[in-house]
């Protein structure tokens, strides 16, 4: 009896190979940590489910490399660029840890766009 050699499948091509940690497939769990649209409904905090990547202009399916990530908040869909979220396998929701890493992140992005405005006044000038 002949052994198969392991990184090869059963029919003779080469396997896959181990997944990377951070792929994501479609029907994970996330969970909003911030939602950046204007208007309502706010859905920070909202359990999410993520699709897929998706072309942003004819919606079609697309690699991780090339697609922008699309959720799934109850019966609305949110593109990956209008919300900051992040993968909840675990369902615990918005964490003390969240709430502080969110507060830390607006406070470094405030100091970077005051940075901004003072930058082009001074280049006016």
Do not use: Y
């Not at 002949?2 to 940690?21: L, N, T």
């Amino acid at each position: 009896m002949q052994q198969r050699d392991r990184g090869r499948s059963r029919r003779g091509g080469r396997g896959r190979g181990p997944r990377p940690v951070d792929d994501i497939r479609a029907g994970t769990q996330c969970v909003i940590l911030l939602d950046c649209r204007e208007g309502e409904p706010d859905r920070s905090g909202s359990e999410a489910v993520f699709e897929g990547f998706f072309d942003l202009e004819t919606g079609e399916p697309r690699r991780s490399g090339t697609g922008i990530p699309r959720l799934r908040v109850g019966d609305e869909r949110l593109w990956g660029f209008e919300c900051w979220w992040r993968i909840d396998a675990e369902k615990t929701g918005l964490t003390d840890g969240d709430r502080t890493d969110l507060e830390t992140s607006k406070r470094l992005l405030r100091g970077l766009l005051r940075d901004a405005r003072r930058s082009t006044r001074i280049a006016r000038s």
